[in-house]
């Protein structure tokens, strides 16, 4: 007997579709809000030079616990900025920073609430339980579809899953407080609201740090899980290194990351034990007992704190290096873009890589100002539709990519195809004997290892694999796919091509893959895989309208095959992290390809040249 099916999901498909459709304006003027704050506080710790505002914190470390706290701080910080991840790092902290600063501002009411009402404690308890325990992930599909992406949903979605500790240590810390000295300061006629404020509020703030130092630990935890809605920041850097195995730039980010965390928590507890008066007087008994370790103990007054740091300040500013540092202008006739900013999102696919570059390098060479963004599949559509991404360039239609185009298309501008057809397949290395099409695959699951490493779950290809292939060549149940990335599918195949084992992996054409590889791609005499897609441009709406030169530019883009596997090709040798690099290098080695690609019209050239004159 079957049991009944909840159609719990349909309900909070129908509940969230009403609440964008009804408050859009309020989620408007939250994201609005938010935005305005993260930019006022990033703009604030990115203004300073490096080195400098490493300073200023390693003086408040200093003054919150001594000097070896400060010489580690500064060394920590130097750190950062010599891997050159400072401005994602201080991204980061402007993320946890607003996360932080809002969590406070409802967690701690709330808890006050909750510790004077048991009613109020009983309602919220498992609230909170929900909100905890709930997968971080899940938090940021809402926060996609309510507010785009970028650093919107990130912050949101650190807000709700740090919100729980807050209230509860604020609750915790509150009833903890010795009932005697509540019933004393009420015997005396204090008001219950002076009572909370003068009495149980400053007994209580080692707790309440203590959720404090919670929330931000949290918060840092989230940031990886915000980079893949673009959140940037050294989460983003993690997530494109997860994305393109780059265990380097992990590494960095990760270390990054380690050391804002052990500054936040280090100084959030000490910052607890200074607000405190049971943390003063037992900083106090240290300080007597501290002996030969005074010096590494040292803290100075806090008016010697604060001067220093103004110093340091007076001195940034007095160097030039506070804010204010403009990018110069573009030279020659072709600076029509005069720095308008451009937003471009990309898969981490080796056509997707290329082509963003590209475009990134050639709309740069025309002035603009040019932001990307490496985006899952779900997410890079859902930025395009909110108007968050501008454009992207590796849509793969009308198959691969069916699913996306037909719920967004509406809110979407197709330039066209600048490369096709495209192919998708399955592949083996051509050591591997007796497997030539889709339904040899059939009873041999074991000299594979029962599986085929694919790419990105988001991908329209593993949707198709899954659905479509599988399912009419008898291979369900006999194989597993392995998701993943492309990158990470890349690294396996090349992984087991060098020691001669048998792998089936997901690929399409045109890929570099195939030059550097010796393989073969599985025929599909059942159609399954579709037709051959092209690969499409796609904008938001309204984007050539604003920008009809961009727009006149992208819709008349193409590549032959030959142009696409160069450039990949150039990318891999030029290594990680150095697209655009590799992009001038390749356009350097192909004159000429700049301009036919971005003309600029004479009016415009003259439009140009007069607006530098004046």
């Known amino acids: 007997m079957r049991v009944l099916r909840i159609p719990l999901g349909e309900w909070v498909d129908g509940g969230v579709d009403r609440l964008q459709s009804g408050l859009s304006w309020l989620f408007d003027g939250i994201s609005s809000a938010v935005t305005g704050m993260y930019d006022g506080i990033d703009a604030v710790l990115s203004a300073p030079e490096p080195l400098l505002f490493a300073g200023i914190l390693a003086v408040a470390a200093w003054w919150l616990r001594g000097l070896l706290a400060g010489g580690l701080a500064f060394a920590g910080f130097a750190v950062i900025d010599s891997v050159e991840l400072w401005d994602e790092a201080m991204s980061t902290l402007s993320l946890v920073l607003v996360a932080t600063v809002v969590t406070l ?40 579809i309510f507010f785009g992406v970028g650093v919107v949903p990130g912050i949101i979605a650190t807000i709700v899953f740090a919100l729980p500790p807050g209230v509860r240590m604020t609750e915790l810390g509150i009833r903890q407080v010795d009932k005697e000295l509540v019933e004393a300061a009420e015997a005396f006629g204090t008001a219950p609201r002076d009572t909370l404020v003068r009495v149980q509020l400053p007994l209580a703030l080692p707790t309440i740090m203590a959720g404090v130092n919670q929330v931000i630990m949290l918060g840092l935890s989230m940031v990886v899980i915000a980079g893949m809605v673009g959140g940037g920041g050294l989460g983003g850097a993690v997530y ?25 928590d280090r100084m959030t507890g000490a910052l607890g034990r200074q607000v405190s008066p049971l943390g003063r007087r037992a900083l106090a008994r240290a300080g007597a007992g501290a002996g030969g370790s005074r010096i590494w103990n040292h803290r100075p007054q806090p008016v010697v704190a604060v001067v220093g740091a103004v110093v340091l300040a007076l001195v940034a500013g007095g160097m030039g290096v506070f804010g204010g540092t403009t990018s110069a202008e573009a030279g020659g006739a072709g600076d029509v873009g005069r720095g308008k900013k451009i937003s471009v999102g990309y898969i981490p696919w080796d056509e997707g890589i290329a082509s963003t570059f ?257």
């Open 358 to 614: 590209l475009w990134k390098e050639l709309l740069e060479r025309r002035g603009f100002e040019v932001e990307t963004r490496q985006l899952e599949a779900g997410a890079l559509y859902t930025g395009l539709a909110g108007g968050q991404i501008d454009f992207q360039t590796d849509s793969w239609l009308p198959v691969t990519h069916a699913q996306y185009w037909d719920k967004y298309r509406d809110k979407l501008e197709d330039k066209g195809s600048w490369y096709g057809p495209t192919s998708l397949e399955l592949s083996v290395p051509a050591y591997v004997k007796g497997v030539d099409s889709l339904a040899d695959l059939k009873g041999r699951a074991g000299e594979f290892k029962g599986r085929i490493v694919g790419i990105e779950p988001s991908a329209g290809m593993m949707g198709i694999l899954k659905d479509k292939v599988l399912k009419e060549y008898g291979l369900e149940g006999e194989y597993d796919i392995v998701d993943g990335s492309t990158p990470g599918m890349l690294a396996e195949l090349k992984r087991a091509y060098d020691k001669k084992e048998p792998i089936v992996t997901t690929l399409w054409s045109p890929h570099w893959a195939y030059s550097a590889y010796d393989l073969r791609k599985l025929e599909d005499p059942k159609g399954t895989w579709g037709t051959g897609d092209g690969i499409h441009t796609l904008a938001r709406k309204g984007f050539s309208a604003q920008n009809p030169l961009v727009g006149e530019w992208l819709q008349d883009f193409e590549m032959t095959e030959e142009q696409l596997t160069g450039l990949e090709e150039r990318i891999q040798e030029t290594g990680k992290g150095k697209e655009q690099e590799a992009v001038r290098a390749w356009l350097k080695d192909n004159p000429g390809l700049a301009d036919t690609w971005t003309p600029v019209p004479a009016e415009a050239s003259n439009v140009s040249q007069s607006h530098r004159s004046g």
């Open 105 to 144: 501002l409802i967690a701690v009411p709330l808890g006050i609430w909750a510790s004077r009402s048991k009613a109020v404690s009983a309602v919220i308890r498992p609230v909170l339980d929900f909100m905890q325990t709930m997968p971080a992930m899940v938090y940021l599909i809402p926060g996609i």
């Open 240 to 264: 494109r290194a997860i994305g393109n195995v780059d265990i380097g730039l992990g590494f960095e980010a990760g270390v990054s990351i380690v050391i804002l965390a052990m500054y936040l």
